[in-house]
């Protein structure tokens, strides 16, 4: 199975802050990686498909970027609404398997 | 809008049975793979099962291989998941995840969510 590692495992930040978030995998997906946001007590929000492509409705602060085995999830002007939790998902093979998670605190 | 609606979580015994089920709505059901991954309480995401749009081809988590069967009823548009010889290793909220096969394998909607506990 791939391994998926996220780092940092908790970040905290300010509104109108920059963060980056790095996702990183047990070997070559090309850019077979999506990211998710999830609230408490909600179900994940699909943000972002293929490394890099935004899904229809995510604001454009957020942007992915990466190949091959190192990603990296970007939110630029951090706004209130955007201290979540954040997966990446490696869809390259089954099982799929996802990031430990990232806590997004405000600080 | 795409609409997903789990239902059948509880609370069961070790060793116990439960069968989860998932509405669905807002989209042309048989074509779309379906997924269910689960979320142990304060714990990260596990994809679970996946099975296509014609049942034809379903793919298990080795975690429950033997003991889960993922199926659908495209009549109905419902998705389900047998699960049998629960553990309390079991115990999550399981999720229903229409999946997006257009690039590998995304999950682009979910459902809210029910909670399911393997415990004496």
């Known amino acids: 199975d791939i391994q998926m590692t996220q780092s940092p495992s908790s970040l905290s930040a300010s509104v109108g802050d920059r963060v980056t978030i790095t996702c990183r995998a047990s070997q070559t997906i090309s850019e077979y990686l999506n990211w998710y946001q999830q609230k408490p007590g909600k179900a994940p929000k699909f943000l972002v498909s293929?490394?890099?492509s935004l899904q229809s409705g995510v604001p454009s602060r957020f942007s992915g970027s990466g190949s091959g085995t190192d990603f990296t999830l970007t939110i630029n002007n951090l706004q209130p609404e955007d201290f979540a939790t954040y997966y990446c998902q490696q869809s390259y093979s089954t099982p799929s398997t996802f990031g430990q998670g990232t806590n997004l605190e405000i600080k | 809008q795409v609409q997903l609606m789990e239902s059948g979580g509880g609370l069961v015994n070790p060793g116990g049975s439960l069968r989860l089920s998932c509405a669905a709505s807002g989209f042309t059901f048989s074509d779309h793979y379906m997924t269910w991954i689960r979320q142990a309480p304060g714990k990260g995401l596990e994809w679970v099962a996946y099975i296509s749009g014609s049942s034809s081809n379903t793919k298990y988590a080795d975690s429950v291989r033997g003991r889960f069967i993922i199926s659908r009823d495209n009549a109905w548009t419902s998705l389900y998941l047998q699960m049998d010889s629960l553990r309390a290793e079991d115990t999550a909220v399981y999720y229903c995840a229409r999946m997006d096969t257009s690039y590998g394998l995304s999950f682009d909607h979910w459902g809210q969510g029910t909670l399911v506990t393997v415990s004496s």
């Open positions: 293929a490394a890099s």
